[in-house]
């Protein structure tokens, strides 16, 4: 009772501090909350289930691209774009798991990091849809109308947009994790064999769940092309994939609060080295390197000992 | 197409073919037999072109800029495996970040070193021109590369076949006694092979230079292909490893002249069918 | 109905015959041990009847039913589970959400997504029940892993049991458990309900032969003896083998 006392207390403070802040930061707060929900997706598969995944910014991206281009190239309203990119999202999410949860233990990373890229590249590569490299700009926001005396199609009533469904996905997830659902992907991450001996299809399990993820990673995806009412290849992009890693891993996998955190982290951290230099990409590639050779050992715990296991059941 | 239009891509084809094997060569006996998550070997790639590209520049001599960027990258890829991954033995994820970060480090330095403009490696004097096959015109350099391509394919498989040491990687790495029994140790293959994958790496980035060029990205570019290489032909296999490339080579050419668009679609094809079809790669161990 | 027969089983890995023909049949309520040396394909019979392995040839039937081609998790809903030698639970998590994995696992509930498992009364009832009925309720809070060896064996044998199932293979229940846990695990596994077929693996003849009412005997994948303990104990071949088996073990 008292926690959830103490989240009101800080979304209503959060609501209250955006009408003030310059809007630039009420910026910042936006992103660090759409890259929250699309932390937490990757949270429910890294975190919960063990399956890493190196390309989580397709689903991302791929619901950008599908609604900016519905809307941009068909003229269609939001209400058919924004389903539709979702929709979009589900299905290479669909798609890339029937073969990504085909393989050996260690190849599902390669493999969702190759597909990744092949959407990167098509979009990259076929300008005369996606406009390539230099993107695509989204000439219009979706019109909320307006809320409680406050005009939604302001920076400062977007920023309250993305707290409804950060606030209401964040709701979701937790009750998933909490489910009989949740509590198997769990026990999969664990320990899949006994999982599978105790009655448990694994597989459909992972599948599930790697739609849910794709969903909520579309989500933040259309909500970050709409803020900035601007799409490009970066957010296909493998740069983009291993900054949500990081934010799961920075923030504790497995938690979904975690995440959160590390998402905010990062949104500061990014904001305050590009300031200093352009070199982002340098530190975002030492962090890496630094996180993996110096992670306290319970943030890979868990997949060495996923590992080891996995090797003593087939001796 | 015109017949000597298809001898050409077909040609084509297959010299930018043994450039991917050089690639796809290291990276299935470091992934398909170590189990080593590289991604860093893009960089090996790049850099090694890189530095080719300096030893050219500087003393013009291309023969040395091949062995000095074969053995500048072998040398990295010893230290990444001694000084890093071997620490993160059979950790998937560490692996992947670790080498993720270099993959990401390394295309920075570069890009800070060398600049953002594409460079192509100028080919050596020697193989420079054109020469006349059954009366068509053929670049001299292509036809090196697949000739060089078939005598290091033949190479590797008298290593893999007929020495001792090739017989311990063909066992898989699986057999501890069996490497103790002839003498080494399994780190130093584990430093050797990382070291051989980067070393070819950096041979592919000089000897594919004059061909695709170098520029930021091309590590990206060529870490996906290497992959697909790998995937098609089977983890761990030589041999999958060299038709596959030969496979992928030519289906990336033909699908740049007919579907330009959709460049590394086309490529992702072949990958799609075997996963789904034969998961363990053409030739790999079921 | 016969619980569980295997006919002509085999399976084969890489030219070497790990189960070779392997015929026998289980009934209802029987106490079986199947006991040789190391290598003798026990396990390996084990995975073959969880289906955690393929076989090369032969048939598997559960209460009659063909399962040979199916995955293990549709033969643990048909009634079949499995411990295994090595202790195989979750270790991160409490004893209390292992035993919730493990009941939920063949109930109605085990994929919706979008109700807490706490509301599921009829699942955390019964979780509580199976542990307080092993004296395990009060270690619900703990992480398995930092529970002792002999509690994470006692648990692995009770996590079987979660799914009512009506044929356990027990793959080495003893294995590294004191004189003291060894005699207490013995008596678990008597007491166990008679409706339950049990097989078990075992290196320790003596718990072995307590146990059984059958035994079974297997060398190099094949079976070599089957029978009473008594019948067993006359068999000079075993004798035989085992000397075998220890003269050819490591430091002998």
């Known amino acids: ?315 | ?286 | 109905m016969t619980p569980l027969a295997v006919e002509s089983l085999s399976v084969n890995f890489g030219g070497v015959q790990a189960v070779d023909d392997v015929t026998l049949r289980v009934e209802v309520g029987e106490r079986r041990a199947i006991i040789g040396t190391n290598g003798a394909g026990k396990t390996t019979l084990f995975n073959l009847i969880n289906g955690q392995i393929a076989a090369t040839a032969g048939r598997i039937l559960l209460f009659g039913e063909d399962i040979t081609r199916l995955p293990p998790h549709r033969r643990a809903a048909l009634g079949l589970a499995r411990t295994f030698q090595i202790t195989n639970l979750f270790p991160a998590l409490t004893v209390l959400d292992n035993m919730l994995i493990a009941v939920q696992a063949l109930d109605p509930c085990h994929f919706v997504f979008f109700r807490r498992l706490a509301s599921y009364t009829n699942v955390q009832h019964r979780a509580q029940q199976i542990l307080e009925r092993w004296d395990l309720w009060p270690l619900k809070d703990e992480p398995v892993r930092t529970l002792s060896y002999g509690m994470q064996r006692k648990l692995e044998i009770v996590l079987a049991l979660a799914g009512k199932p009506r044929v356990l293979l027990l793959d080495e229940p003893m294995a590294g458990l004191s004189a003291q846990e060894t005699d207490l695990a013995g008596a678990i596994i008597r007491n166990l309900d008679r409706a339950i077929t049990v097989l078990l693996i075992e290196h320790d003849l003596t718990a072995a032969f307590a146990i059984a009412d059958r035994i079974t005997a297997m060398d190099q994948g094949r079976i070599v003896a089957e029978g009473t303990p008594d019948e067993i104990r006359k068999e000079s071949r075993l004798a035989e083998i085992y000397m075998r088996g220890a003269a050819q073990a490591p430091g002998s």
Not at chain 1, 14 to 20: C, E, K, T
Not at chain 1, 223 to 228: D, E, I, R, S
Not at chain 2, 80 to 100: G, N, S, V
């Open chain 1, 1 to 315: 009772m008292r926690r959830a006392l103490i989240a009101a207390a800080a979304v209503a403070a959060l609501v209250v501090i955006g009408r003030y802040l310059p809007s630039y930061y009420t910026g910042l707060l936006t992103l660090a909350l759409i890259y929250g929900i699309f932390a937490m997706s990757l949270d429910l598969l890294l975190g919960y289930t063990g399956l890493p995944s190196l390309g989580h910014a397709a689903y991302f991206g791929s619901a950008a691209y599908v609604a900016a281009l519905i809307v941009n190239k068909l003229g269609a309203p939001f209400a058919v774009a924004i389903p539709a990119g979702l929709l979009a999202a589900v299905t290479i999410a669909a798609l890339f798991n029937l073969l990504a949860l085909r393989t050996v233990q260690g190849y599902y990373l390669m493999i969702t990091l190759a597909l990744s890229q092949v959407l990167w590249s098509l979009a990259v590569s076929w300008r005369s849809l996606t406009g390539g490299d230099d993107g695509m700009a989204i000439p219009r926001r979706p019109d909320f109308g307006s809320w409680l005396g406050v005009r939604l199609d302001t920076d400062y009533g977007y920023f309250i947009v993305v707290l409804a469904v950060f606030l209401a996905c964040l709701a979701a997830m937790r009750i998933l994790v909490a489910s009989p659902f949740g509590y198997a992907l769990l026990g999969i991450r664990e320990n899949e064999s006994r999982m599978r001996a105790l009655g448990y299809n694994a597989w459909a399990y992972k599948y599930v769940v790697s739609l849910i993820a794709g969903l909520f990673a579309g989500i933040a995806g259309e909500l970050y092309a709409f803020l900035h009412s601007f799409i490009s290849p970066a957010t296909l992009s493998i740069d983009l994939s291993a900054q949500v890693l990081l934010m799961v891993l920075v923030g504790a996998a497995g938690t979904l609060w975690g995440p959160i955190f590390g998402a905010f982290v990062l949104v500061i951290l990014q904001n305050i080295v590009s300031t200093y230099t352009d070199r982002w990409l340098f530190v975002v590639g030492a962090i890496y390197m630094l996180i993996a050779m110096f992670a306290p050992k319970g943030l890979f715990l868990r997949w060495r000992d996923r590992a080891v296991r996995a090797l003593r059941q087939t001796a």
């Open chain 2, 1 to 286: 197409m015109t017949l000597q239009g298809w001898v050409v891509n077909l040609l084509n084809g297959f010299s930018f073919a043994m450039v991917l094997f050089l690639l796809a060569a290291g990276l299935t006996l470091i992934f398909g037999l170590l189990q080593v998550i590289n991604l860093a070997h893009g960089s090996f790639y790049l850099l090694g072109g890189y530095v080719g590209l300096a030893i050219i520049q500087w003393i013009g001599n291309f023969p040395l800029a091949l062995v000095v960027a074969f053995l500048a990258m072998a040398a990295l890829g010893a230290a990444l495996q001694q000084f890093c991954l071997a620490r993160l033995y059979k950790q998937d994820l560490p692996q992947a970040l670790l080498t993720l970060g270099i993959l990401f480090v390394a295309a920075d330095v570069a890009f800070v070193w060398w600049g953002g403009n594409p460079q192509l490696l100028p080919q050596p004097e020697l193989l420079q021109g054109g020469t006349r096959l059954f009366g068509i015109g053929y670049p001299i350099y292509r036809l090196f590369l697949i000739v060089m391509g078939i005598v290091f394919a033949a190479l590797m498989w008298l290593f893999i076949e007929r020495t001792r040491l090739g017989a311990v990687v063909r066992a898989g790495m699986d057999d501890e006694e069996m490497l103790r029994g002839i003498g080494i140790s399994a780190p130093l293959v584990f430093t050797g092979i990382l070291a051989l994958g980067a070393g070819l790496a950096g041979a592919a980035g000089v000897l594919g230079g004059p061909l695709l060029g170098l520029h930021p990205g091309a590590d990206f570019e060529v870490l996906l292909l290497a992959f697909v290489v790998v995937t098609v032909g089977g983890l761990g296999s030589i041999k999958g490893a060299f038709l596959a490339s030969i496979l992928i080579g030519l289906i990336d050419n033909f699908g740049n002249i007919w579907f330009p668009q959709f460049s590394l679609f086309t490529i992702i094809v072949p990958m799609v069918i075997v996963l789904a079809l034969r998961p363990t790669g053409l030739m790999g161990r079921a």
